[in-house]
Nanobody
Framework: QVQLVESGGGLVQPGGSLRLSCAAS????????MGWYRQAPGKQRELVAV??????NYADSVKGRFTISRDNAKNTVYLQMNSLKPEDTAVYYC???????????????WGQGTQVTVSS
């Protein structure tokens, strides 16, 4: 069974930085894409950033401030968040798509979410 475990959320002042990590574990052979979504109170879940072997996509609202990276050997994805704004406050969810495992059909998996709060 595949599990995604996130870490790195917390409370930060406007203009500050945080780094989120998400490690996928299980009998994983390969992962097509890894990324981050977020959901603020009363809003729909939205894509923040995604990384594949073919490239990287960011939401317009985070371009130039957030950087996604991936360590394929560790099945881990990172999100470096700089110049944080109050509107970045949300629960951030990690996602892994096209996960090929030795025990089950390929599938997509979500992490449990980590809270990021930007406030003075």
């Amino acid at each position: 069974q595949v599990q995604l475990v996130e870490s790195g959320g917390g409370l930060v002042q406007p203009g500050g930085s945080l780094r989120l990590s998400c490690a996928a574990s299980g009998s994983i052979f390969s992962i097509h894409a890894m990324g981050w979504y977020r959901q603020a109170p009363g809003k729909q879940r939205e894509l923040v950033a995604v990384i594949t072997s073919g490239g990287i996509n960011y939401a317009d609202s985070v371009k130039g401030r957030f950087t996604i990276s991936r360590d394929n050997a560790k099945n881990t994805v990172y999100l470096q968040m700089n110049s944080l704004k109050p509107e970045d406050t949300a629960v951030y969810y990690c996602i892994a798509t096209g996960v090929v495992v030795t025990t089950d059909p390929p599938g997509d998996y979500w992490g449990q979410g980590t809270q990021v709060t930007v406030s003075s």
